[in-house]
């Protein structure tokens, strides 16, 4: 092995890369923690390419024709809350070979005992890891392949995803070192804002996820008004009125959930939501959250039913966002075969 080299961030542009899975309809949470933020950077006129990835989905069991509905309905869900298809890059993850070759090769790159500090696949395991999916325990190097194949220096994500980017970082140092390169980037997490991790309606202290069993836990982006506003009148609080400041939200998961809500949606901070409501009772709260989602989602889910109604047509737009993908990703993926010694001498055609 080489002697350890440092990598300056310096010689890579900015470049933004994140993904949802396809494993069921997207949520608020989907919608805070990461669509609505992927819709600011494009905005901002950072380089973004976001991705369905579809093969991190099949690490739990997928129905196949499921999986193709929802990634259509994933993409429309991207396009209806803001992204652009010109202007950002949106494609499904199997369409660009590059994320399973490199995973592969980061396989190779990651430790046992890197993986087996990772707390998602404890909680997505369950009791009966035996019984997971070899894919499961490797999510992560394929996650760090998602972003390298594309040299990405930032990963808007939410709060949950916060340890598989610090993996994704000791991956990349190590394949540095491991080859004596300055060939990957050290990316940077981006976890920004008052709704980075949005949890059960249910239960204060889990986070709303698309897979929870009860569908009460969360608020789907294809929920009707009618749904959200009952959802929300039907969330778990205490029966404490809501406090004067902040610090009377500690040890009350549940309220300050939906005062984070609350803040994510509209754009305040979570200080400017309680100064608001200080004494409010939830008989008051509630319906003064459910208005606000109602408004915030009711144009997305419109417009996500009208993109719906044409799937050639997502289908279209998804294969030319992989055509783009692939010619950032393929030479870079080239340059990683050239490192680590593989002959590439077959004509591609
Ligand atoms: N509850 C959440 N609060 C904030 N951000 C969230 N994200 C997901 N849930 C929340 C963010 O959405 C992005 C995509 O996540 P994902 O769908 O690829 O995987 P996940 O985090 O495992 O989401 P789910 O809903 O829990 O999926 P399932 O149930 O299939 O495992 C990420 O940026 C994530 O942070």
Redesign the pocket.
Known sequence: MSEPVQTPQTKFAPRIF????P??GL?L??Y???LKRFVQKQDEGIETIYCL?DM??IT?WQDPEKLRQQTREGAAAFIAAGIDPARSILFNQSQVSAHAELAWIFNCVARLGWMNRMT?FKD?AGKNAEAASLGLYAYPALMAADIMAYHATMV??????KQHLELTRDIAIKFNNDFGVDFFPVVEPLIEGA?????SLRDGTK??????PSDQSRINLTDTADMIAAKIRKAKTDPEPLPETVEGLKDRPDARNLVNIYAGLSDLTVDQVVAEFAGAQFGTFKPALADLAVAKLTPITTEMNRLMQDPAEIDRILGAGAERADTIAHPILEQVYDITGMIRSRRRG
């Open positions: 994140s993904g949802i899975q494993s069921g949520t949470g989907n805070l923690g990461a990835v991190h989905a739990v998602q997505k808007p994500v939410g709060e949950d995803q709704a980075t991790r949005v949890m986070k709303m996820s698309k897979s929870d």
